[in-house]
């Protein structure tokens, strides 16, 4: 995993990451976690004011969910399969 934070264009100069869960909620975090789900954030992109758990946050978030969902696409897993990973639906541009 790396030990950067892997938000592109990020030039945090600091090692210090924290992993974050693309999918979030009780149950769902473990089930649908997967190598793909889980991905490095520097403070800023983690809990800053527009990080995934900050006040601004849903677009970087939505942007995570998405670039997942494209993965999983790209992986062959088919619809059904795609919304069971990522806690029970499927991501809209």
Not at 20 to 47: A, D, F, P
Not at 51 to 79: I, N, P, T, W
């Given at each position: 995993?790396?030990?950067?934070?892997?938000i592109?264009?990020?030039e945090?100069?600091?090692?210090?990451?924290?992993?974050?869960?693309?999918i979030?909620?009780?149950?769902k975090?473990?089930q649908c976690?997967?190598?793909?789900?889980?991905?490095?954030?520097?403070?800023e992109?983690?809990?800053?004011?527009?990080?995934?758990?900050?006040?601004?946050?849903h677009?970087?978030?939505?942007?995570?969910?998405?670039?997942?969902?494209?993965?999983?696409?790209?992986?062959?897993?088919?619809?059904d399969?795609?919304?069971?990973?990522?806690?029970?639906?499927?991501?809209?541009?």
């Amino acid at each position: 995993m790396a030990k950067h934070c892997e938000i592109e264009g990020c030039e945090t100069p600091y090692y210090l990451v924290q992993s974050h869960h693309i999918i979030k909620g009780n149950g769902k975090r473990k089930q649908c976690e997967t190598k793909q789900s889980v991905i490095n954030l520097c403070w800023e992109h983690h809990h800053g004011t527009y990080g995934v758990h900050g006040r601004e946050g849903h677009v970087l978030d939505m942007k995570l969910k998405l670039g997942l969902q494209a993965v999983y696409f790209e992986m062959g897993y088919s619809e059904d399969e795609i919304r069971k990973l990522l806690g029970g639906r499927t991501y809209e541009i």
